[in-house]
Structure formats: C-alpha cells, structure tokens
C-alpha cells in the first residue's frame, strides 16, 4: 500500500494490459515484485483454458496480492452472451473482485438491462460489474455513465479513468457527481494533448497504445486523485508503445510504472497538505 508518513492512503493495482506481453500468472508475479497490492487480469474466453487458471490462482496465492478486477466484456445489446458468461466464471475462479464492461450499443435500455443481467450472473461469486465510461464507446461521459448505471440497479459500478474522462470534456469536478458507493476502484495514467482532430478511431488507439507516466503528460491528476473518495484503490494503466520500447523488459516496466506511481502520490499528498 501506498504510504505517506505511516498513513495508509491508497491500494495499488497494475492494469494487466500494461504488461500484455507476460502470460497472465506472471503478470501477477511482476505486479508483486513491483510492489503492487492488486492486479488486473485480461481474459480472452476463446483461448483462455483450466491450466491458465490453476497458473494464475497459484500465483495470486503465492505473491499474496489480490485480483482486482477481470476484462473486458464489451456490451454490444440487451441480451448477455455465453462469451461474456464464461468471462464472469473464470473471473470467479481466479478470484476477481470486479468485472470490467464497455458498452458499444448505442441503445441505453439496452447497455443497463445487459449491465443488469451481467450483474446478476456475476453476484452469486461475489463479483462487481464495473462499467466504464470512454469518449469512443457509447457511454462516454460520467453522466451517462450514471444514467445507465442507475438503470441497471445498484450493484453496478462506475469506473473512472483521467484520459477517458478528460477526452470525453470532463474535468476532475465532475466525479463528484459519482455517488461514492459506485466508485469501486480508479484507473490512473497520464497522456499528452490529444488527437488534434478527435475520432472515435484515434481516441481508442491513443488509450490502448500512447499513454504516459505520471507526471510526464498533461492531464489533472492531482485535482483527479484529489475528487475521488480517500484511500479508493488505484489500478495504473499505463499503456504504451512508447514505454514498452523504453522498457522492454515488462518486470522493469512494472516496477518502472509502480515507483512513479507512488512517488507521484506521495508528491501529490505533500502539495496538499502545503
């Protein structure tokens, strides 16, 4: 846990993603060896198979660390698949706490009677449906974001992430629109300004490839951390070419990424208290 002068502050979690070039159970064994508390798990159910279960239970056993969260069932109607099925129960087996949902239809109805189904599927493993809001899908705002989680009932949560929110308009004030009790854990990075002419395309290759360090882009993440409610659990997702090329070894580019995280916090908690 993140620590600042003996106070607990935050958990922290690495989004799996961030090492997509490591095998899921030593995603988790890099997680620990960085100093994280938590780590994210990506599942792909159409490759995905018992033995990488049984690897990736045993090294969430043996680090000790938590699985934080499970992704990504993307919402494309109403009805739930037997893909997104199976990607809840092998979230179940490895022990997640969260499931993170995207939605691509563009029929609200649609995305929170999906967002409650999944939810439902998912509550018998104790597990949380966490929709999270993106300018390129199509709940892309944390207004609507609160909309549709609304209307999918109250065990649906709502997932925060900088770049998303400030490619979608939003500023760091307006999460405190989130009722706290949605707000399971946060995602954190940092980017640069942008795509000069923002599509839906660039946008989603920028989240999934040009993110950077903390400290390194342009995005509010002090006044970010600063509205989210005290000691949330924090998953860094910094994806990244750039980084990756910088770090091609994905056990340094862990331990890379999770120093800069705590040193921007303690930063960050310092300047507050000044």
């Known amino acids: 846990m993140q620590q600042v002068s003996g106070r607990v502050i935050n958990p922290l979690a690495i989004e799996a993603q961030v090492l997509r070039d490591l095998p899921a159970d030593e995603v988790v064994h890099a997680a620990a060896a960085a100093g994280f508390d938590m780590a994210g798990i990506w599942i792909d159910p159409a490759i995905w198979t018992s033995a990488m279960t049984r690897r990736v239970r045993r090294?969430?056993?043996?680090?000790?660390?938590?699985?934080?969260?499970?992704?990504?069932?993307?919402?494309?109607g109403g009805e739930i698949e037997d893909a997104q099925r199976r990607l809840i129960d092998i979230a179940a087996e490895i022990g997640a706490r969260h499931v993170i949902a995207v939605s691509l239809t563009p029929d609200r109805a649609a995305s929170a009677a999906?967002?409650?189904?999944?939810?439902?599927?998912?509550?018998?493993?104790?597990?949380?449906?966490?929709?999270?809001?993106?300018?390129f899908s199509s709940i892309a705002t944390v207004a609507t974001a609160i909309d549709v989680a609304t209307a999918a009932?109250?065990?649906?949560?709502?997932?925060?992430?900088?770049?998303?929110l400030i490619r979608s308009g939003g500023r760091p004030a307006d999460l405190a629109a989130l009722p706290p009790e949605r707000i399971l854990f946060?995602?954190?990075c940092d980017a640069g300004p942008g795509p000069e002419a923002p599509t839906a395309d660039s946008l989603?290759?920028?989240?999934?490839?040009?993110?950077?360090?903390?400290?390194?882009?342009t995005l509010p993440l002090a006044?970010?951390?600063?509205?989210?409610?005290?000691?949330l659990i924090l998953s860094d997702?910094?994806?990244?070419?750039?980084?990756?090329?910088l770090y091609p070894d994905p056990w340094r580019r862990a331990q890379a990424v999770g120093d800069r995280l705590r040193m921007s916090l303690r930063v960050w908690a310092k300047n507050r208290q000044e």
């Open 114 to 135: 999906s967002l409650a189904a999944l939810a439902d599927h998912a509550a018998p493993a104790g597990i949380g449906i966490v929709i999270e809001f993106a300018p």
């Open 59 to 76: 090294a969430f056993r043996e680090t000790g660390l938590v699985a934080l969260d499970a992704e990504v069932v993307r919402i494309t």
């Open 237 to 245: 997702e910094t994806r990244s070419l750039k980084i990756e090329r």
């Open 153 to 164: 009932g109250p065990s649906v949560g709502i997932l925060p992430d900088p770049i998303h």
């Open 223 to 231: 006044a970010y951390v600063a509205a989210l409610p005290p000691g």
């Open 204 to 217: 989603l290759w920028e989240a999934r490839h040009d993110r950077y360090l903390l400290g390194e882009g």
């Open 186 to 188: 946060a995602q954190i």
